[in-house]
């Protein structure tokens, strides 16, 4: 996800050197119905990107999982719940 998300922030001419872009993923588990599965995931972003910016990640971050492999993969059987903060430098 984190690939999908730096791909859409490039395109937008905004650096994610591995400094730059970080996640913290975690899952929810959960027994529905007697059967453990992963129900949720919860991804927090933490971006770093240059004055003026701003705009322009949040759309990224808005659109990203559309494009992305995984999640689309996922869809419909696990729930995600994107958030993020952004610095600008």
């Known amino acids: ?3 999908t998300l730096s791909g859409a922030l490039e395109a937008r001419k905004i650096p994610t050197s591995p400094d ?3 996640a913290n993923i975690q899952g ?3 027994a529905p119905e007697g059967v453990l599965k ?3 995931i919860n991804c927090r972003y933490n971006l770093k990107v240059p004055q003026g ?3 322009a990640a949040e759309r990224a971050l808005s659109v990203f999982e559309r494009g992305c ?3 689309q ?3 419909g059987a696990i729930d995600f719940d994107h958030t993020w903060e952004i610095e600008e430098y």
């Open 28 to 30: 929810v588990i959960e």
């Open 73 to 75: 993969t996922l869809k």
């Open 69 to 71: 492999p995984v999640a």
């Open 1 to 3: 996800m984190v690939g």
């Open 20 to 22: 730059l872009v970080s």
């Open 53 to 55: 910016k701003k705009a």
């Open 38 to 40: 992963i129900t949720k």
